[in-house]
């Protein structure tokens, strides 16, 4: 059974930081791109960060470029989402997902979804 466990998210102030974790299992997860979305109330999701899998290039919306970092571990089959300087407009729930295809993060179209963590930044 293919899981994805995103957990990490909660309430922090603006300026803070919050670190994500996408734990997976159920799958070759080496084989697999991960992703990040976030869908805000009242919004469409957005596509966040996403890591590959062969070289480990990372993607990362203009709207957190810089103060966001996406890693994986392979070895323990989590990916993390480290955020900074969080501002307010960060507030939403964080989905991790996956697919083979990196194509399909850019159509929010992954094919694995995880539930997502809620991150609340407090202005």
């Known amino acids: 059974e293919v899981q994805l466990q995103a957990s990490g998210g909660g309430l922090v102030q603006a300026g803070g930081s919050l670190r994500l974790s996408c734990a997976a299992s159920?799958?070759?997860?080496?084989?697999?791109?991960i992703g990040w979305f976030r869908q805000a109330p009242g919004k469409e999701r957005e596509g966040v960060s996403l890591?590959?899998?062969?070289?480990?290039?990372?993607y990362y919306a203009d709207s957190v470029k810089g103060r966001f970092t996406i890693s994986r571990d392979n070895a323990k089959t989590t990916v993390y989402l480290q955020m900074d300087s969080l501002k307010p407009e960060d507030t939403a729930v964080y989905y991790c997902?996956?697919?083979?295809?990196?194509?399909?993060?850019?159509?929010?179209?992954?094919?694995?979804w995880g539930k997502g963590t809620l991150v609340t930044v407090s202005s």
């Open positions: 890591i590959s899998s062969a070289d480990g290039s990372t």
């Open positions: 997902a996956a697919d083979r295809v990196v194509p399909t993060f850019w159509m929010g179209a992954m094919s694995y």
């Open positions: 159920g799958f070759p997860f080496d084989d697999f791109a």
